[in-house]
């Protein structure tokens, strides 16, 4: 059996809420941790004094091993590299990153939100990284947090269950065998494509957004969650759940309702996701974006929605509701999530077959031999 490292040394990529959130519990526990951030301004006091407050479910002060803005720095004393940016920052980091990548080295993006995994894995090989590096993303965020300051975050609470899966697919209960004495709460999910079409951030982010847009650009504070979510966009998200576990159904891939998930992550029940939201006391105090520039929109619409979307399209299924949740988007803020988003053609999925994206999920490529054609590198 591989030994597991007498201290796994960790990466954590990204200044804001969740990455001040997993950087300061890693600290706290002992781990060795590197924060990083592309802004120097960003993490200005953390330079100064590498330390990070945590308060809310997890208490204490977590220290830093360093914190800088020197992305080679980061990737070569490291094991394990956890991504926390938004996914509209995933295909840049991996180019980033490719040059200073070496064997053995895990990246891990906390999330993927849809197809993350695949993106990263795809770029640093367009990237000319040949090392043998294992790209993982998890389902969704372990925390919901908050930053309450450059150098401070609450955690609201942890999740009891974040599921987890690797590129390829073999290596996923190695990585969370890793990753373990800090957090085992992650579970293996089949491949990545069960992690990707289980991205609820698409179901709770953008749609209560652009609902309630006419809330948050009046700069009326309310509660995200609790008060935003009304029973008619219930209605709206229980429509875009549906299409979501249709599509992921007509790929093999396994699924849970939002409801289900509430009640799996939160402990949260109800017989609606409207009634399971208004039972989850983990949402209560997490307030409304201040404005419509916000990652709900500009990262769960390209990143969560649109691969969707065009997974659906590519193999002949309709989605009504998440298309109009696009458009609507596109509408609002003068955006082309369409052109922006990640498609089947930038992912290099495009006129593959439910099985074969399945297998390109799995393994990082198609068999050519296997299935008669060319493959897919």
């Not at 330390?51 to 020197?70: C, F, Q």
């Not at 490719?98 to 891990?108: F, R, S, T, Y």
């Not at 891939?253 to 983990?282: D, F, H």
């Amino acid at each position: 059996m591989i030994k597991r490292p007498e201290k796994v040394r960790y990466a954590v990529i990204g200044a804001g809420n969740g990455g001040l959130a997993m950087a300061g519990y890693l600290g706290l526990m002992g781990f060795t941790v590197v924060l990083y951030n592309r802004t120097v301004e960003k993490i200005k006091t953390l330079v100064e004094k590498p330390e990070i407050m945590l308060t809310g479910a997890v208490e204490g002060v977590g220290r830093l091993s360093a914190v800088t803005d020197n992305i080679k720095e980061v990737v070569k004393n490291s094991d394990i590299v956890m991504i926390t940016t938004p996914a509209t920052a995933h295909r840049e980091l991996a180019r980033m990153m490719a040059p200073h990548l070496d064997d053995g080295q895990i990246i891990v993006l906390n999330p993927g939100r849809t197809c993350g995994a695949l993106e990263v894995y795809q770029t640093l090989r367009e990237s000319g990284c040949e090392k043998d590096i294992t790209v993982a993303e998890a389902q969704t965020f372990i925390y919901a947090c908050r930053a309450t300051g450059p150098n401070s975050a609450k955690i609201f609470s942890v999740k009891n269950e974040v599921k987890l899966a690797a590129i390829p697919a073999t290596r996923t209960e190695y990585v969370i065998w890793l990753l373990s004495c800090a957090y085992p709460q992650f579970k293996p999910a089949r491949d990545v494509m069960e992690t990707s079409l289980n991205n609820f951030g698409a179901i709770f982010h953008p749609a209560p957004t652009l609902l309630n847009s006419g809330h948050i650009e009046r700069g009326q504070a309310f509660e995200y969650y609790l008060e935003g979510i009304t029973p008619s966009i219930g209605q709206m998200l229980e429509r875009l759940d549906a299409e979501r576990m249709k599509v992921a159904r007509l790929l093999g891939v396994k699924t849970m309702s939002a409801v289900k998930w509430l009640e799996e992550s939160y402990g949260a029940c109800g017989n609606s996701i409207y009634e399971a939201i208004q039972n989850n006391p983990a949402y209560k105090g997490l307030t409304a974006p201040k404005d419509l520039k916000t990652r709900y929109i500009y990262e769960d619409v390209p990143f969560s929605l649109v691969p969707i979307a065009s997974l659906a399209k590519n193999i002949g299924v309709e989605t009504p509701a998440i298309d109009t949740i696009i458009r609507l988007a596109n509408m609002m803020t003068g955006e082309n999530f369409w052109e922006t988003g990640r498609t089947v053609e930038k992912l290099g999925l495009a006129g593959l077959s439910s099985s074969q994206i399945i297998e390109f999920a799995q393994h990082g490529y198609v068999d050519a031999a296997k299935n008669g054609e060319e493959g897919v590198a």
